[in-house]
């Protein structure tokens, strides 16, 4: 069973990603929260395989998310979920340490970009 910590702001989406992940046989949703200070919060007890973070979040971003969990558990699968579809924001991604850059809009495409960054795989959406 793959573990994913859910870091979206929006109660609407947090709902949609948890009802999409938890579907999936070898998937489930260990957590969700609203803000990437809750999510180094909570990392120890929830213990995810992955984190999905929204890369617009209020307070500190998800890029700076990233990068202090990756501080904290190098080994730990991060990837980004976001409504903005520029290359620059696909790098920073990388950059700060994520394994996948998500394009909110096709939640089918979620679970499948988590078993292939789960494999060791770097994940773009289709669409970019």
Do not use: N
Request: one cysteine or more.
């Amino acid at each position: 069973m793959i573990k994913v910590l859910v870091v979206e702001d929006h109660a609407f989406m947090r709902d949609m990603l948890r009802e999409f992940i938890d579907q999936e046989a070898d998937l489930e949703v260990c957590e969700t929260v609203d803000s990437g200070e809750v999510a180094l919060e909570r990392l120890d007890e929830t213990g995810p395989d992955l984190v999905l973070v929204d890369l617009s979040l209020g307070g500190i971003s998800g890029l700076d998310l990233i990068k202090s969990i990756k501080v904290r558990y190098p080994a730990l699968k991060c990837a980004i979920l976001s409504g903005h579809g520029e290359r620059r924001y696909v790098d920073q991604a990388f950059e700060a340490g994520a394994e996948g850059y998500i394009l909110k809009g096709d939640p089918d495409e979620v679970p499948d970009s988590i078993r292939q960054m789960m494999q060791g795989r770097r994940y773009v959406s289709k669409t970019l």
